[in-house]
């Protein structure tokens, strides 16, 4: 057991030393849009299934609450998956895949940013959502794992874990989540 452990910590530890370089350009890459959304007066729209919806929750509370700061403004951003009326209303009414696309054209704006979170990359419903987001002119970061899958070339910048264990995949999108609201917090 304690072998399993260290073996973890050990793989994941690794993965990030040996790839310092393309998190540090892909977190900038990222910042810099999401910077120049919020310098237009625009948004941050989230969105995941399972345990990447918690990702899209988690940054969105960090960037509306706070993150290290004790004081600063709150930053606009919604994730289109905690609201469990109206995904029910839509999957019901319309078919699961749209549970986000739906929202997506009530809400999204040009010059938002949307944030969507995959460990697979081939999440149909987020697929759709970003078809729906491109067309109407918001800047799209897709945060991935595995190979990428079919979100791997959707938007602006793709942010790719190339790990297949779905729970690593998910600490370092947590990790990920927390550099951006550290980088986002500086200017605020």
């Not at 930053?75 to 289109?80: I, K, M, P």
């Not at 998956?81 to 019901?92: F, G, K, Q």
Request: aromatic letters at 8%; glycine letters at 6%.
């Amino acid at each position: 057991m304690r072998e399993k452990i260290k073996e973890n910590i050990e793989n994941l530890t690794s993965y990030l030393n040996d790839n310092i370089e393309y998190f540090t350009r892909k977190i900038y890459q990222i910042c810099e849009i999401l910077w120049q959304s919020y310098y237009n007066n625009k948004k941050i729209i989230t969105m995941g299934n399972g345990g990447s919806a918690a990702d899209a929750q988690h940054i969105v509370c960090e960037l509306i609450g706070r993150f290290l700061k004790s004081q600063r403004q709150p930053l606009a951003a919604v994730c289109l998956n905690t609201n469990v009326s109206t995904l029910t209303a839509i999957a019901n009414d319309f078919g699961y895949e749209y549970v986000f696309s739906r929202q997506i054209e009530a809400l999204c704006e040009e010059g938002d940013a949307v944030i969507a979170y995959s460990t697979s990359g081939n999440s149909e419903n987020i697929i759709e959502a970003l078809k729906i987001a491109h067309s109407k002119g918001a800047k799209i970061i897709t945060i991935t794992g595995k190979d990428g899958g079919k979100m791997k070339g959707i938007g602006e910048v793709n942010f790719n874990i190339e790990l297949k264990d779905t729970p690593r995949i998910q600490e370092v999108h947590c990790l990920i989540n927390h550099l951006i609201c550290e980088l986002l917090e500086s200017r605020y």
